[in-house]
């Protein structure tokens, strides 16, 4: 007669602990909801890639000709092919698959000029941290195409990851971001 009690007892436990899990929001405006695998994204005009680069930058919705050229505190995305080539290429109008999710952060110093004397305080500017929403990208008519990471800069108390939102801010008007309904 214990043993059906005792086997009551345990998964009355593991039901109430399952009930505990975390489960983020589902709200696009949150940072805590990152897209999910199976989302889409639609790129709705060609994209050029320079010659020996497998990569464009995009902010506020354009393509920044150069790394200098973005505010690493803003919101900002990489598109990314799998290599170089020493050819222009054009990525065409697809709709790409997520196949795989990854949020990191990483820190960072900035590397100012170097000083001749110093008060000890160390080298470089302010720490800074990352925080980088990283997509794998599947397409069966542009294989080359390989990811596209999302990230802004922010202090190491204040970082944050951006928002489903803040990332289609981002990109729009080049790609439309979709979750998928479920």
């Known amino acids: 007669?214990?043993?059906?009690?005792?086997?009551?007892?345990l998964s009355l436990l593991i039901f109430?602990?399952?009930?505990c899990a975390y489960q983020p929001p589902k709200d696009v405006n949150s940072t805590f909801y990152a897209p999910p695998v199976g989302a889409t994204l639609q790129l709705h005009s060609p994209i050029t890639m320079p010659a020996n680069e497998g990569q464009v930058l995009i902010q506020d919705g354009k393509i920044v000709t150069s790394y200098w050229g973005v505010d690493a505190y803003?919101?900002?995305?990489?598109?990314?092919?799998?290599?170089?080539?020493?050819?222009e290429r054009i990525v065409e109008p697809d709709t790409?698959?997520?196949?795989?999710?990854?949020?990191?952060?990483?820190?960072?110093?900035?590397?100012?000029?170097?000083?001749v004397a110093t008060n000890g305080s160390g080298s470089?500017?302010?720490?800074?941290?990352?925080?980088?929403?990283?997509?794998?990208?599947?397409?069966?008519?542009?294989p080359e195409v390989m990811r596209m990471s999302c990230q802004q800069w922010d202090s190491p108390n204040?970082?944050?990851?951006?928002?489903?939102?803040?990332?289609?801010?981002?990109?729009?008007?080049?790609f439309?971001?979709?979750l998928p309904s479920n």
């Open 1 to 9: 007669m214990k043993r059906p009690i005792q086997f009551t007892a």
């Open 74 to 87: 803003y919101p900002n995305c990489n598109f990314e092919l799998r290599n170089n080539a020493e050819v």
């Open 158 to 174: 204040e970082a944050t990851h951006l928002s489903i939102e803040q990332i289609r801010k981002t990109l729009k008007p080049l």
């Open 16 to 19: 109430s602990l399952a009930g």
């Open 96 to 115: 790409f698959i997520v196949t795989r999710v990854i949020r990191d952060t990483e820190d960072v110093r900035l590397h100012l000029p170097t000083m």
């Open 124 to 142: 470089g500017g302010p720490p800074n941290t990352d925080s980088i929403t990283i997509m794998d990208l599947k397409s069966d008519k542009q």
């Open 176 to 178: 439309t971001l979709e």
